[in-house]
């Protein structure tokens, strides 16, 4: 299967937000408003940190930006596809969350602890759908508040997921039962290094303690 790559990388007009990559590595953002000075910068950061270059390096970065643009964008791409995208909270994402959040309080207000947060915000840290996501300020203003005192070593990497909008400093700290009460169809849009994804090679075992 072919992989996804820009229509028109060097001439074409440059993408929503900007040409965007995520190093897996190390969670480094190389974002740029032009192709060239964009894969110069990915470049760059390899060869200063002694990692080799991918002869492919461009072709790379092009398939993990196309994963979150819209239909249009890129060739080899099915336009029906789910798709995470770099957008905005809307009202069905606010009342997600809020079900998700009533079940947590039922259940008990369990958390992993904190090693497994640890991991889980690892992983996030260097994933392409850690982004910034705007809207609802009111919304996030009541997730930080229930999440406040849970902290990781990575709080100042986690932004926002763009699969499933939810604020990722306290995400990584709830249970998997909550959690798995989320949309399916969002599991398609989880990369498979993704703590979240059902099979994928980072889903752990839960580990579970109170709320103090």
Not at 55 to 67: A, F, H, R, S, V
Request: with cysteine; glycine share 6%.
């Amino acid at each position: 299967m072919a992989k996804l790559a820009l229509i028109n990388a060097l001439r074409g007009p440059c993408p929503p937000e900007g040409f965007r990559y995520r190093d897996p590595e190390d969670g480094f953002i190389s974002h740029a408003w032009d192709y060239v000075t964009w894969v110069e910068q990915m470049d760059k950061h390899l060869r200063i940190n002694n990692r080799e270059v991918p002869p492919n390096l461009g072709e790379i970065m092009q398939e993990q930006l196309c994963l979150t643009l819209p239909p249009g964008w890129c060739n080899y791409d099915d336009a029906n596809r789910e798709r995470a995208s770099i957008v905005t909270l809307d009202w069905k994402d606010v009342t997600d969350a809020a079900i998700r959040f009533a079940g947590w309080v039922k259940d008990g207000m369990q958390l992993v602890d904190q090693k497994e947060a640890e991991r889980r915000a690892l992983i996030c840290s260097r994933c392409y759908l850690n982004v910034n996501i705007s809207g609802c300020s009111a919304c996030q203003a009541v997730v930080e508040s229930l999440s406040a005192g849970l902290t990781t070593h990575h709080d100042h990497y986690l932004k926002s997921c763009a699969a499933c909008k939810c604020n990722l400093k306290a995400k990584v700290h709830f249970p998997y039962e909550t959690l798995d009460k989320e949309n399916p169809k969002v599991q398609s849009l989880y990369p498979d290094h993704c703590w979240m994804k059902h099979g994928g090679i980072n889903r752990g075992d839960q580990v579970v303690g109170q709320n103090s």
